[in-house]
Every structure is written in structure tokens, then in C-alpha cells.
């Protein structure tokens, strides 16, 4: 079975940027706000058809969202926040969770919307890089998730049929792009999130990584063919 994980949030912290936001704006929560913009954005940019790096777009919703609390958020905040999100921490139970799913016969790919550049810096500079068999981005694609392409052009390059790979996420709109691509899925819960209430429930649900790959193991037949 072929492990396809999300990058941000799913194993990368974000929550390590609180500090930014609470300088940049007076509110840590600020982050949590920048992000849900970030991805609204992202979805409407893929749902109409169109295609533009994940990087530009995060950059583009900081101004905004330090308007909201009376501040302003020029061309040094935006470069400061894209050189902090390639060097996030990992969640804490990441690493083991990797390499008990490794030992146990899985492939471990990463898909994120970053552009490969990021992707590798932040699984490197995490301390993750090597865990992982491969890095995705659906940048190669043309497409960002939760459209098709990106998890198509995983499964081509893995050799993979779309039953023999499970998406792994924390964010229900990957969970729903995965699964209508074919996939399996699991949802991990970061920041209280829950998987979207009006799309297929994922198959594995969990409160940590930890979790995740528990319940992969357990499954009758796990190895990847």
C-alpha cells in the first residue's frame, strides 16, 4: 500500500508561526485566519479552471488579513513568512509514525501544494526528508488539490493503482480530492478540524499520526504491492 501524505499541518506545524502573527498583528489566532483564506483562495483559484503557485497565494492573503487588525503587512513580511514555512517543525509523533509505517512494508510519498522547491526545504529542514520514498507537488500537475491531476500524477509516477494508495490529510477538501480521484483516504484532526460534514467520510479517522498508521498496520493486508 502506497502512504500519500500532506505536507502542511498534516505533518508540518503550524502553529510554529503564531509568533509572526501575534508580532505582525497583535493575535496569534491571526494564523489560523490566514491559513482559512489561503486555502478559500486556492479553492476558488482550482474550482474556476485556474492555476497559480501556493506561495504566491499565501503571500497575497497576508496584506489582508493585517488590514483586519489595523496593520500593514508589506513585501518583508511576506518574504519572511514564505522563509519560515520551509523551516516548520514536525508534528511530534511524525517521525515514529513514518518509520513504523516504512517497517511495516508501506511506501511513503509526501503530495503538497508547495511547490517542490518548499516541499523539499520543509521536509528537510523538519528533519523528515529521508523518511519519504518520494516529494509531489502538484505544481508538476499544473493543478492544485483537491483537483484530479495532482493525485493522478502520483499514482503515475508510483506505478500505483488509484485502490493501492491511501491520502493521508488533515484538511477535509484534500480528503474529498483523494477519494473522488479514487483513493483511500485517512483524516488526521489538526487545530480541531473535522472532516467536511457533506463529503464521504473518510476511511480512517484519528487524532494523531500515531493513530494513523496503527490502524494501517492493523489492516489485513497493508504491504504495498
Same mark, same amino acid.
Not at 37 to 62: K, S, V
Not at 114 to 141: I, K, M, P, T, W
Given at each position: 500500500?502506497?502512504?500519500?501524505?500532506d &505536507?502542511?499541518? #498534516?505533518?508540518?506545524?503550524?502553529?510554529?508561526?503564531?509568533?509572526? %502573527?501575534?508580532?505582525?498583528?497583535?493575535?496569534?489566532?491571526?494564523?489560523?485566519?490566514?491559513?482559512?483564506?489561503?486555502?478559500?483562495?486556492?479553492?476558488?483559484? #482550482? /474550482?474556476?479552471?485556474?492555476?497559480?503557485?501556493?506561495?504566491?497565494? /499565501?503571500?497575497?492573503?497576508?496584506?489582508?488579513?493585517?488590514? #483586519?487588525?489595523?496593520?500593514?503587512?508589506?513585501?518583508?513580511?511576506?518574504?519572511?513568512?514564505?522563509?519560515?514555512?520551509?523551516r516548520?517543525?514536525?508534528?511530534?509523533?511524525?517521525?515514529?509514525a513514518? #518509520?513504523?509505517?516504512?517497517?511495516?512494508? %508501506?511506501g511513503?510519498?509526501?503530495?503538497?501544494?508547495?511547490?517542490?522547491?518548499?516541499?523539499?526545504?520543509?521536509?528537510?529542514?523538519?528533519?523528515?526528508?529521508?523518511?519519504?520514498?518520494?516529494?509531489?507537488?502538484?505544481?508538476?500537475?499544473?493543478r492544485?488539490?483537491?483537483?484530479?491531476?495532482?493525485?493522478?500524477?502520483?499514482?503515475?509516477?508510483?506505478?500505483?493503482?488509484?485502490?493501492?494508495?491511501?491520502?493521508?490529510?488533515?484538511?477535509?477538501?484534500?480528503?474529498?480530492?483523494?477519494?473522488?480521484?479514487?483513493?483511500?483516504?485517512?483524516? &488526521?484532526?489538526?487545530?480541531?478540524?473535522?472532516?467536511?460534514?457533506?463529503?464521504?467520510?473518510?476511511?480512517?479517522?484519528?487524532?494523531?499520526?500515531?493513530?494513523?498508521?496503527?490502524?494501517?498496520?492493523?489492516?489485513?493486508?497493508?504491504?504495498?504491492?
Amino acid at each position: 500500500m502506497l502512504c500519500v501524505f500532506d &505536507v502542511n499541518e #498534516t505533518l508540518i506545524d503550524l502553529s510554529a508561526l503564531d509568533d509572526f %502573527f501575534a508580532d505582525l498583528t497583535g493575535d496569534p489566532g491571526a494564523r489560523r485566519e490566514w491559513f482559512d483564506m489561503l486555502i478559500h483562495n486556492a479553492l476558488a483559484i #482550482t /474550482a474556476t479552471g485556474g492555476y497559480r503557485p501556493f506561495g504566491e497565494i /499565501a503571500a497575497a492573503c497576508l496584506p489582508p488579513i493585517a488590514a #483586519t487588525y489595523g496593520r500593514t503587512a508589506g513585501p518583508d513580511s511576506q518574504r519572511e513568512l514564505g522563509e519560515r514555512l520551509r523551516r516548520l517543525p514536525a508534528h511530534p509523533e511524525i517521525d515514529h509514525a513514518l #518509520t513504523r509505517l516504512r517497517d511495516a512494508g %508501506f511506501g511513503v510519498v509526501a503530495l503538497t501544494n508547495s511547490v517542490s522547491a518548499v516541499a523539499e526545504d520543509q521536509l528537510r529542514n523538519a528533519g523528515l526528508r529521508e523518511l519519504f520514498d518520494a516529494v509531489y507537488s502538484a505544481d508538476q500537475a499544473g493543478r492544485l488539490k483537491p483537483a484530479p491531476e495532482p493525485y493522478r500524477h502520483v499514482l503515475s509516477a508510483q506505478g500505483a493503482a488509484p485502490s493501492q494508495a491511501v491520502m493521508i490529510a488533515a484538511h477535509g477538501w484534500d480528503i474529498a480530492g483523494a477519494a473522488a480521484a479514487g483513493l483511500d483516504t485517512a483524516f &488526521v484532526s489538526r487545530d480541531g478540524r473535522i472532516p467536511l460534514p457533506a463529503a464521504g467520510s473518510p476511511s480512517l479517522v484519528a487524532t494523531d499520526m500515531g493513530e494513523v498508521a496503527m490502524q494501517l498496520i492493523a489492516r489485513p493486508v497493508h504491504a504495498s504491492a
